[in-house]
């Protein structure tokens, strides 16, 4: 497939020139496309924030919901109608801030769904404030002294709940971030990616050139199916490990679903039987 | 004892023991086998927010008439233990007889009649204390002349699949009650003279809870996400044991944010769900309320209430809710509120929340309570084919647009992977499509197209059923769960110069009311809450303002004769 067919016309993006955002928008858009995804077969949901707007942006069915509340709805939608790709995409102060709760259970649970999250470590939509995935050194117009709270490690999160799927990426490299979202889709069970991403107006820490000094990829040696290996890269804050950190294979959400047992049939094409509701309720009537 | 006991027309009894001593299980016992032998009854709980320990009562009635609605009176008490007495002292009259282990009630008995049964002792001959719970039902199934055949296949029925056994000790235990029971009947002449009919021996009972799940599976829910709360629970626990047969997702989420998020995502996918919740998890589902009155969502809503503010009273009733459930949500969108006041309401009107819900795609409540939850009645039929099904997904086109404008302002509600279109929903406002948009005038247009719906929904709303003479001079009005007790207390009464009128659809408000208002000399209001709500709500749309609110809001409902004693005050 072209990445043509996801291409939107008379697009009026709301990004900031140079945003990482624009590196995730063209690997996604690389990775349905070299998947054969159509667009009227995905769904994609998203929350608010300048990443959660990315949706908008290609061909898709979107589910642009509420801050930190992607995560639910995808599962929900996933589990209606198993046969749609579903991704969730939306930034770090969405998934790991306000949807925090939603993250931790939505990987216990184990939708087979994507998750794509733009980390830029800062707050873009409302100007500049830290993020839970913010560096101490940070410092903002509110957080005027640095940022206190630790920083939120999502990967280390991630593998310590035995996720399925868990990655990182970075933005200024659209074909391996493409290769990598491409692996997470393919993924059966959740599967997170954790994108890095400068912020060109708001994070003069993280820059273009910090991710490409502190960053390395893993190499074919590595085996992602060793969780004490994955844990040890996830909590390496010296050199970040880019790639797939750990992969863990098991029943997803929607093959548990007794709805799906016995058909393949998404939700809405099922009739419900009154009658046997009928008998039900005759039932009670003796003893 | 000096006179016999009449017991006639209508007998109330009250079990009241510890949580955890199986009074649930002698209600059951007692209610099922009471219809079966052809008896009206009734039966409602009261009990504390623990496990174990404390003090909890359930009240039946059994009736020559058909009654719905708690009775203050207690004909008869059957103490499970210390405390119980006390627990329910207010309620007792000179007349009350208590019957059970002595050692339960002495210390607290000021004078009322009793009679000591050894239940305890008898059940330790037959097998074990756990069968006192058999004894007690017997006890009084056999005053009220019900063949010990129907109770003991009964017991057969209800513990089916345990060891023959224990089915047999069941059964001793019942005839061991029943042997009991004569010998009470000789001794103490107590005579029980209530009407028994065969129609009613085929009809069925079922209590709120299991009325709405099964009129939410008759409405096509095929998803329910829920976190658990009192007293809205046992809406997923039922639709979870019927989740194989009829194909219904159920998934508990971490919190009621996720829960309503995940049923706003079933419906955008296809599916019929439902949130059921009780006030504080409502408060958390309230930002995903208006995220529905956005994207146009279907939504049914089942908001069980319970005292409040904050977690107030977990297991007591109140109608405190009904501005929460009008109100909530930031900004302006349609939705419609149902207030069920009995088991068919509830059934038929849950069934018919998921065809208004789609239809318009709004927010559909249906609000009940504690009280009617956990209550009890024999009722003639439920008719899943009477509300017909109805479905209105579009398959979409090319050029399909989510939020076409439209004359009605209904846009065609098209699902991700069903045609050739792409569904875009966006919590921002959006144009057409479902894109972000900033345009004022778009903006104004998506506005208008929202609240245009209200149009259309008004000419749906269900009426309020006027009883009694419509050539009133006072008017009562009621909603919700007052709705029997308010009849009771009124045919007791037996004024002809006055009429209820039931709302169970309190909003929209029927265009209707202002009429009716205007007919009355003096209108009456009763609800279970402390600012009357109601009477607020229907001043807000009509103007008028209603004379006397006639209001509850210690946690438990409307008893039938301190409503009429109010009543009675008010009436003119």
Partial sequence: ?????????????????????????????????????????????????????????YRCNLFNGLHGRSLPAATAIKAVNPSLTVIAESGDGCTYGEGGNHFIHTIRRNP?????????????LTKGQASPTSPHELRTPVQIDGVFSEPFNPLAVAISLDASFVARAFAGDIDQTKEIIIKAIQHKGYALVDVFQPCVTYNKINTFRWFKEKT??????????????????????ESYALGVLYINPKPTFEEKLTVYSHSNEPLFKRERDLNMLSNIIESKRGI | MDKGINLIDDVSIVLCGEAGQGIQTVEHLMI?????????????????????????????????KKVSAPVNRIDILIPFGKGALTHVRKRLSPDTLIIGEEKSFKDENQGHRSINVPISEIAVKVGGAIYSNTIASALMLRLFDVDIELFSNYLRKRFAGKDESIIQKNIDAAEQGYALSDELLKGNDIRVNVQRSSQ??????????????????????????????????????????????????????????????????????????????????????????????????????????????????????????????????????????????????????????????????????????????????????????????????????????????????????????????????????????????????????????????????????????????????????????????????????????????????VYPLHSSTADYLKKAKKTIIVENN??????????????????????????MPFFVEELEAKLKENIM
């Fill in chain 1, 1 to 57: 497939m072209d990445t043509k067919s996801f291409d939107m016309e008379n697009l009026d993006i709301a990004w900031c020139p140079g945003c990482g955002n624009y590196g995730i928008l063209s690997a996604i858009k690389r990775a349905l496309a070299e998947l054969n995804i159509e667009p009227t077969q995905l769904a994609m949901v998203s929350g608010i924030g300048q990443a959660a707007k990315a949706p908008h942006y």
């Fill in chain 1, 112 to 124: 087979d769904i994507t998750n794509i999250v733009h980390n830029n470590m800062v707050y873009g």
């Fill in chain 1, 216 to 237: 390395y990829y893993l190499d074919e040696s590595y085996d992602p199916h060793d969780r004490v290996e994955a844990f040890k890269k996830a909590i390496d804050t």
């Fill in chain 2, 32 to 64: 099922q086998t009471l219809k079966l032998s052809g008896y009206n009854v009734f039966s409602s709980q009261e009990y504390m927010s623990r496990i174990r320990g404390g003090n909890n009562s359930t009240s039946i009635r059994i009736s020559s």
């Fill in chain 2, 200 to 505: 009613i021996t085929n009809e069925i009972i079922m209590d709120g809870v299991e009325a709405l799940a099964l009129g939410a599976i008759a409405g096509g829910c095929d998803f329910i996400s829920f976190y658990p709360m009192s007293p809205s629970t046992g809406i997923a626990t039922t639709l979870a044991q019927y989740s194989k047969q009829f194909g219904i997702i159920v998934e508990q989420a971490e919190d009621e944010i996720s829960a309503m998020n995940m049923v706003i995502g079933a419906w955008y996918a296809g599916a019929r769900a439902l949130a059921s919740t009780s006030g504080g998890g409502f408060a958390l589902m309230v930002e995903a309320l208006s995220l529905a009155g956005m994207i146009e969502s279907p939504v049914v809503i089942h908001l069980a209430q319970r005292p409040a503010p904050a977690t107030g009273l977990p297991t007591r009733t109140e109608q405190g809710d009904l501005f929460f459930a009008l109100f909530s949500g930031h900004g302006e969108f349609p939705r419609a509120i149902f207030t069920p006041g009995d088991i068919e309401e509830i059934f038929y009107l849950t069934q018919n929340a998921f065809n208004l819900a789609d239809k318009y795609q709004i927010p559909v409540f249906i609000l009940t309570d504690q009280y009617i939850l956990e209550s009890h009645h024999n009722i003639s039929s439920l008719d899943p084919y009477r509300i017909k099904p109805e479905r209105y997904i579009t398959k979409t086109d090319k050029d399909y647009k989510r939020y076409k404008l439209t004359e009605n302002g209904i846009s065609p509600r098209g699902i991700p992977g069903y045609g050739d279109g792409l569904v875009i929903v966006d919590s921002d406002e959006h144009d057409e499509e479902g894109h972000i948009t900033e345009d004022m005038d778009v903006r104004t247009n998506m506005v208008n197209k929202r609240l245009k719906k209200l149009d259309l929904i008004n000419q749906e709303v269900l009426s309020p059923e006027l009883i009694g003479n419509p050539d009133y001079k006072t008017l009562i009005i009621a909603y919700g769960s007052n709705y029997n007790v308010v009849k009771e207390a009124l045919a007791n009464i037996g004024s002809d110069d006055v009429a209820f009128l039931h709302y169970k659809q």
């Fill in chain 2, 530 to 555: 402390a600012t009357s709500q109601f009477a607020k709500l229907i001043k807000m749309q009509t103007g008028k303002s209603i004379d006397k609110s006639i209001l509850k809001y210690n946690g």
